[in-house]
């Protein structure tokens, strides 16, 4: 079975933020870029997705109304240990941004950000989520397409 390029490149974005034309605008941008993207407002929304399904790339907003985007960095990566992190604020902050760091964050984008620069973090973690599953497969000595499948909710990552 042959693997385009395109299928290794395309990651399962969740997007967090309590802003309804933030969520819309990067799930433009994304989708553009030939991502799938899940986007909610809330903790409780984002916890139940991450459970749902393996998610590849989760944009975070630091603030989410009364809720804190930082406490769940570590909840959202619980389920699948791939998934890579990224805050998003309007209250960029160097001390936020070490802690976010600290806690195991991919990286941190202060609003306003532009498409380029969605597009060119979303691009590093597919390489790098495309360089992981060739590895995997080598080692595994199975079929670089097998490890493309997205596992069940019972093989999570």
Same mark, same amino acid.
């Not at 997007?15 to 969520?23: A, F, G, K, W, Y």
């Not at 769940?72 to 902050?93: D, F, H, K």
């Not at 964050?105 to 599953?133: C, M, N, W």
């Given at each position: 079975?042959?693997?385009?390029?395109? %299928?290794?490149?395309?990651?399962?974005?969740?997007?967090?933020?309590?802003?309804?034309?933030?969520?819309?605008?990067?799930?433009?941008?994304? !989708? %553009?870029?030939?991502?799938?993207?899940?986007?909610?407002?809330?903790?409780?929304?984002?916890?139940?997705?991450?459970?749902? =399904? $393996?998610?590849?790339?989760?944009?975070? *907003?630091? @603030?989410?109304?009364?809720?804190?985007?930082?406490?769940?960095?570590?909840?959202?990566?619980?389920?699948?240990?791939?998934? =890579?992190?990224?805050?998003?604020?309007?209250?960029?902050?160097?001390?936020?941004?070490? !802690?976010?760091?600290?806690?195991?964050?991919? *990286?941190? #984008?202060?609003?306003?950000?532009?498409?380029?620069?969605?597009?060119?973090?979303?691009?590093?973690?597919? +390489?790098?989520?495309?360089?992981?599953?060739?590895?995997?497969?080598?080692?595994?000595?199975?079929?670089? $397409?097998? #490890?493309?499948?997205?596992?069940?909710? +019972? !093989? @999570?990552?």
């Amino acid at each position: 079975m042959e693997v385009s390029q395109d %299928a290794v490149l395309s990651l399962t974005v969740l997007v967090l933020d309590d802003e309804p034309n933030i969520r819309r605008v990067l799930g433009i941008s994304l !989708e %553009a870029e030939g991502h799938q993207v899940i986007a909610v407002s809330n903790k409780k929304d984002a916890l139940s997705e991450a459970r749902r =399904r $393996c998610i590849d790339l989760a944009l975070v *907003d630091l @603030r989410l109304g009364t809720e804190s985007g930082m406490e769940l960095i570590s909840a959202l990566r619980g389920p699948c240990a791939w998934t =890579r992190i990224v805050v998003i604020t309007a209250y960029a902050a160097i001390d936020s941004a070490v !802690e976010a760091m600290r806690r195991g964050t991919f *990286d941190y #984008l202060p609003k306003s950000f532009t498409h380029e620069q969605v597009a060119l973090v979303a691009g590093r973690v597919a +390489e790098l989520r495309a360089r992981a599953i060739h590895s995997w497969s080598k080692r595994a000595n199975r079929p670089f $397409c097998m #490890l493309l499948t997205r596992p069940s909710a +019972e !093989e @999570r990552c």
